[in-house]
């Protein structure tokens, strides 16, 4: 009877002990919270999320895109990026939202605002960590 309860103990302080170490573990893990979406002439385009800083993000993004592109970030929401088909170096627009699905109809909707004809989404990415 002894020895049961001794394994007992044994078996909560090990459990104990686990919980704990993943406790630390999940507190000390680095949060990721920067993305950013590049936008170019001609469709260009680069994105990055989930980056541990906005300045390493916005890296990632321009060299993606290449060439001068303006950048814009995004912390836990999503950027869309919408061309004209029928002219991909002509009108275009891009817009940053908490839902991808706001960022998308936004993006589309300042294409044709811009003088698009035949506006569709280029590329689209969402920074969930931010």
């Not at 007992?8 to 950013?36: E, K, W």
């Not at 993000?57 to 061309?83: D, F, H, P, W, Y």
């Not at 940053?96 to 035949?118: D, Q």
């Amino acid at each position: 009877m002894l020895l049961h309860a001794v394994a007992a103990r044994r078996s909560a302080a090990a459990l104990l002990a686990l919980i704990l170490s993943l406790t630390v573990m999940q507190i000390s893990t680095p949060v990721y919270a920067a993305g950013a979406f590049a936008i170019g002439k001609c469709g260009a385009y680069g994105q990055a999320f989930d980056y541990p800083a906005e300045a390493a993000a916005i890296a990632a993004a321009r060299k993606q895109c290449g060439g001068k592109c303006e950048t814009v970030t995004m912390k836990r929401s999503c950027a869309a990026l919408s061309i004209d088909m029928a002219n991909p170096c002509g009108a275009h627009g891009y817009a940053v939202a908490p839902r991808i699905s706001t960022s998308l109809n936004n993006a589309t909707r300042k294409c044709y605002e811009f003088g698009g004809k035949e506006c569709v989404i280029r590329a689209w990415a969402c920074d969930a960590k931010g």
